[in-house]
Nanobody, 119 residues
Framework: QAHLVESGGGVVQAGDSLRLSCAAS????????MGWFRQVPGKEREFVSR????????DYSDSVKGRFTISRDSAKNTVYLQMNSLKPEDTGVYYC????????????WGQGSQVTVSS
C-alpha cells in the first residue's frame, strides 16, 4: 500500500507562482505514473500533469502546458508541480495520484491541497 502526502497549496494572486509537493511512502513499484489532478466544486476531477517512472517522461493538459512543470526527486520519493503564471481558473483542490504502469491495476490518491488564485 502506497501513501501520498501533498503540500504547498495556498492563496496567491494572478501571475504568481506556487510549487506543490507530493511525497510517496510505503510500497514502491518499478513502473508507475505520479501526477496531479484538480477539482472545483460541481465539476469532475481533471487531469493536470503526470510523470512516469523510470524514464521520467511527462504529460500536461493543454490548459497548463508552458506554465506548469512536473518533476521528480527519486531520492526523496517526491514529485513536484511548479506552477507559474497562475490564473484564476487554476483555482481548485489539487490531488496527487499514483498509478501502477506494470500491468497491475492499482491507484492511490493524496488528500488534496487547495490552490486559490485571485484576480
Amino acid at each position: 500500500q502506497a501513501h501520498l502526502v501533498e503540500s504547498g497549496g495556498g492563496v496567491v494572486q494572478a501571475g504568481d507562482s506556487l510549487r506543490l509537493s507530493c511525497a510517496a511512502s510505503g510500497r514502491t513499484f518499478s513502473r508507475y505514473y505520479m501526477g496531479w489532478f484538480r477539482q472545483v466544486p460541481g465539476k469532475e476531477r481533471e487531469f493536470v500533469s503526470r510523470i512516469r517512472e523510470p524514464d521520467y517522461s511527462t504529460d500536461y493538459s493543454d490548459s497548463v502546458k508552458g506554465r506548469f512543470t512536473i518533476s521528480r526527486d527519486s531520492a526523496k520519493n517526491t514529485v513536484y508541480l511548479q506552477m507559474n503564471s497562475l490564473k484564476p481558473e487554476d483555482t481548485g483542490v489539487y490531488y496527487c495520484k499514483l498509478d501502477r504502469a506494470d500491468g497491475v491495476q492499482y491507484t492511490c490518491w493524496g488528500q488534496g491541497s487547495q490552490v486559490t488564485v485571485s484576480s
